[in-house]
Nanobody, 116 residues
Framework: QLQLVESGGGLVQPGGSLRLSCAAS????????IAWFRQAPGKEREGVSC????????NYADSVKGRFTISRDNAKNTVYLQMNSLKPEDTAVYYC?????????WGKGTLVTVSS
């Protein structure tokens, strides 16, 4: 079965850090560009960050630039999102997406709650 599984979410205080993981099973991520999206309650899903298949190119939403870092370990078939200096407005379900041409896979998401 082809799937992506996100993990690493949880409850963290403002200013804290979390590292999300996106692991693939049933296929290899080597040739896929990977993106992290998030959806806060009552809001539309938005793009957070993306990384090219080689890892040589990354991009970030303005709202997370300088605080989040995306990376990938193709040997482990996993992509990461390091989130530092978290703010309450970062609270959302975080999803990873693997895309190659017309093919795209989504995970089911992991909840991040930033609250004191």
């Amino acid at each position: 079965q082809l799937q992506l599984v996100e993990s690493g979410g949880g409850l963290v205080q403002p200013g804290g850090s979390l590292r999300l993981s996106c692991a693939a099973s049933g296929f290899t991520l080597d040739n896929y560009a990977i993106a992290w999206f998030r959806q806060a309650p009552g809001k539309e899903r938005e793009g957070v960050s993306c990384i090219s298949s080689s890892g040589g190119s990354t991009n970030y939403a303005d709202s997370v630039k300088g605080r989040f870092t995306i990376s990938r370990d193709n040997a482990k078939n996993t992509v990461y999102l390091q989130m530092n200096s978290l703010k309450p407005e970062d609270t959302a379900v975080y999803y990873c997406n693997a895309g190659l041409g017309y093919v795209a896979y989504w995970g089911k998401g992991t909840l991040v709650t930033v609250s004191s």
